[in-house]
């Protein structure tokens, strides 16, 4: 039977952070659902560097469709979490049900990949992720360490269950240590 996973976003996720982990996942052959607070047509950004600019710039990248909205997701039919970044952590982490789908992955030890500024979505629910050591991406450092989390300068960390990632050129590493907890072996390499 093919394993489950939740992609749980929003508008404004970089585009790399949705679109490697999915097709990564259907590529070995585990059933993905995106979730967003509304089910919709996503649009996704693209993060990248300027030589001019000290901080990332931000471009409209493709869209990408919400299979569900949250509020019609039962964590427990899933066997697995990803939460990439961008900006949509930003907003998706207000929403209750996000919290609760996130706390679920936590307290069920299940496996769970966040990635750059998806770590924010974690803050909000910081008694499951007290004392756990992750790494995101920099600017996420001082919320990550005010929700009682230890951040780690490494571009990917594992802790239990739990793969962090610091940001998009770290993908295929963190999909590796993904796939490794959720005891997927990987049949196209990276």
Same mark, same amino acid.
């Given at each position: 039977m093919s394993k489950k996973v939740l992609i749980m976003t929003g508008d404004a996720v970089d585009c790399l952070e949705v679109y490697y982990p999915y097709y990564r996942c259907l590529e070995e052959g585990i059933d993905v659902t995106i979730a967003s607070p509304t089910k919709k047509k996503l649009q996704t950004v693209c993060h990248d560097f300027l030589p001019t600019m000290e901080t990332f710039t931000e471009l409209v990248g493709y869209k990408i469709d919400s299979d569900a909205s949250v509020d019609d997701i039962?964590?427990?039919?899933?066997?697995?979490?990803?939460?990439?970044?961008? &900006?949509?952590?930003?907003?998706? &982490?207000?929403?209750?049900?996000?919290q609760d789908i996130a706390a679920h992955f936590l307290q069920e030890n299940k496996p769970m990949g966040v990635i750059c500024h998806g770590q924010l979505v974690l803050t909000t629910i910081r008694e499951h992720i007290q004392g756990r050591s992750m790494t995101a991406y920099t600017c996420c450092r001082p919320e990550v360490e005010a929700?009682?989390?230890?951040?780690?300068?490494k571009m990917v960390v594992v802790d239990g269950n739990l793969v962090t990632g610091h940001a998009w050129p770290d993908l295929p590493g963190f999909m590796r240590e993904f796939f490794n907890l959720l005891n997927v072996k990987e049949t196209v390499s990276v």
């Open positions: 039962n964590p427990a039919d899933f066997d697995a979490l990803i939460i990439p970044g961008g &900006r949509a952590p930003e907003y998706i &982490r207000m929403n209750k049900k996000v929700a009682g989390a230890n951040y780690v300068e």
